[in-house]
């Protein structure tokens, strides 16, 4: 579904991707992993437009979008659900739904509305409330479905457990594990390595921005010195 190759991206003159390749196929969980400053989320904002790229390709589905507009990228299905959250605080929580389909998804709006609820029961249950007032797990529900409303091909999660308990990162990552087995391709970008080593397919590992490994989550494990050194296992 998604082919990165030989990406060069940053922020003016600063190099932050350093030629990197990357692939996600239909169905897959991939994990990119890395610390703080890897590159990732300079990844994610380069793929979906948001930040233009020096040099290399991106293709989604087969359709060149290394340079197209980030609208255009998300009207194709690939979405991205941002490290933050960044919903809309003083909207209500269905409001920041129905705008997850402004772009993608207005003609299925009401079903996927309907399944947007279904997975997330409590948001049905905080529909007319301000989206500012919910917990932190609640803002991560609400930002997931808000992707969820625009009918993702693929959706990228950056660090959708950062800030939550220990129970909400479980249930976060049940839920993940539940969309993928739905069928829906997901790129997972965390710090959080093994929860994400239980559900990914393959995994890559990413450093001052270029992979240094990839590979299944049972090959990147059975490496001691790629345990002891990147994943902090």
Same mark, same amino acid.
Not at 20 to 35: F, H, K, Q, Y
Not at 155 to 173: A, C, Q, R, W
């Given at each position: 579904?998604?082919s990165?190759?030989?990406?060069?991206?940053?922020?003016g003159?600063?190099?932050?991707?350093?030629g990197l390749?990357l692939?996600i196929?239909?169905?897959?969980?991939v994990?990119?992993?890395g610390s703080?400053?890897?590159?990732?989320?300079t990844?994610?904002?380069?793929?979906?437009?948001?930040?233009?790229?020096?040099?290399?390709s991106?293709?989604?589905?087969?359709?060149?979008?290394?340079?197209?507009?980030?609208t255009?990228?998300?009207a194709g299905?690939l979405?991205?659900?941002?490290?933050?959250?960044?919903?809309?605080?003083?909207?209500?929580?269905?409001e920041?739904?129905?705008?997850?389909?402004?772009?993608?998804?207005?003609?299925?709006?009401p079903?996927?509305f309907?399944?947007?609820?279904a997975?997330?029961?409590?948001l049905?249950?905080?529909?007319?409330q301000?989206?500012?007032? #919910? +917990?932190?797990?609640?803002?991560?529900? =609400?930002?997931?479905?808000r $992707?969820?409303m625009?009918?993702?091909? *693929?959706? !990228? %999660?950056?660090?959708?457990?950062?800030? #939550? +308990?220990?129970?909400?990162?479980?249930? =976060?990552f049940?839920?993940? $594990?539940?969309l993928?087995?739905?069928? *829906?391709? !997901? %790129?997972?970008?965390?710090?959080?390595?093994?929860?994400?080593?239980?559900?990914a397919?393959?995994?890559?590992?990413m450093?001052?921005?270029?992979?240094?490994?990839?590979?299944?989550?049972?090959?990147?494990?059975a490496?001691?010195?790629l345990?002891?050194?990147?994943?902090?296992?």
């Amino acid at each position: 579904m998604l082919s990165i190759r030989a990406l060069r991206g940053g922020y003016g003159g600063i190099e932050v991707l350093r030629g990197l390749d990357l692939e996600i196929r239909a169905g897959e969980i991939v994990a990119l992993l890395g610390s703080n400053g890897a590159g990732k989320s300079t990844l994610n904002n380069t793929v979906c437009g948001l930040q233009p790229a020096y040099s290399g390709s991106v293709e989604f589905e087969d359709r060149d979008i290394t340079r197209a507009a980030y609208t255009a990228i998300v009207a194709g299905g690939l979405i991205q659900v941002p490290e933050g959250r960044r919903i809309f605080p003083n909207l209500t929580v269905r409001e920041n739904l129905m705008l997850g389909a402004y772009l993608r998804g207005r003609v299925a709006r009401p079903r996927n509305f309907e399944r947007v609820c279904a997975v997330f029961p409590r948001l049905r249950e905080r529909l007319a409330q301000r989206a500012g007032t #919910l +917990s932190g797990g609640e803002q991560q529900m =609400l930002a997931i479905g808000r $992707g969820l409303m625009a009918e993702p091909r *693929l959706l !990228i %999660l950056d660090e959708p457990s950062l800030g #939550l +308990s220990p129970l909400l990162v479980e249930e =976060l990552f049940a839920l993940i $594990g539940r969309l993928n087995r739905d069928g *829906l391709a !997901i %790129l997972l970008v965390e710090q959080n390595v093994g929860q994400s080593l239980e559900i990914a397919h393959r995994a890559y590992v990413m450093e001052q921005g270029s992979i240094r490994f990839q590979g299944t989550p049972a090959e990147l494990l059975a490496n001691p010195d790629l345990k002891r050194s990147y994943l902090g296992l």
